[in-house]
């Protein structure tokens, strides 16, 4: 009754997971096959036509990215970087351009897109009074 599995325990697995998580992230990616993003060049086509209002708001985002994290990104880390917050700064012009006022409500709901008519409850028919 005392049969011993031939697989491993909780506690073995618990640490080879562990162990292979934290070599996981000690791995560079070319070992897995992933592909690193590559900077974009300068002038790309993918890149958003903005105003100069956003454009300034972005460029205010970027330096401020940089100045925090300038010493830990490359050359390369910093087009990625730049190249993403404008094309964040169009995604944010689009939410911006929706209108909305103090007074809404959160959307946290569906509403259908066809309004039904409600049924009115049948009630039922009294019955004759009987006379006795």
Same mark, same amino acid.
């Given at each position: 009754?005392?049969?011993?599995? =031939? ?5 073995? $697995?618990?640490?080879? *997971?562990?162990?292979?998580? *934290?070599?996981?992230? +000690?791995?560079?990616?070319?070992? $897995?096959?992933?592909? %690193?993003?590559? *900077? ?26 940089? =100045?925090?994290?300038?010493?830990? +990104?490359?050359?390369?880390?910093? *087009? ?14 689009? %939410?911006?351009? $929706? ?10 709901? +569906?509403?259908? +897109? ?19």
């Amino acid at each position: 009754m005392n049969e011993k599995k =031939s697989g491993i325990s909780r506690r073995q $697995f618990a640490r080879r *997971a562990a162990v292979l998580s *934290a070599t996981a992230s +000690l791995a560079p990616a070319s070992v $897995f096959g992933v592909a %690193l993003p590559t *900077a974009p060049a300068q002038g790309t086509v993918g890149t958003p036509k903005l105003s100069p209002e956003s454009e300034a708001e972005a460029d205010a985002r970027y330096q401020q990215i940089l =100045s925090q994290y300038g010493s830990r +990104l490359s050359a390369d880390d910093k *087009a990625i970087v730049k190249q993403a917050n404008a094309t964040l700064q169009e995604s944010l012009e689009h %939410l911006r351009a $929706f209108p909305l006022e103090n007074g809404d409500g959160p959307a946290l709901y +569906l509403k259908p +897109l066809v309004e039904r008519e409600k049924k009115k409850p049948e009630v039922p028919a009294a019955a004759p009074a009987k006379k006795s």
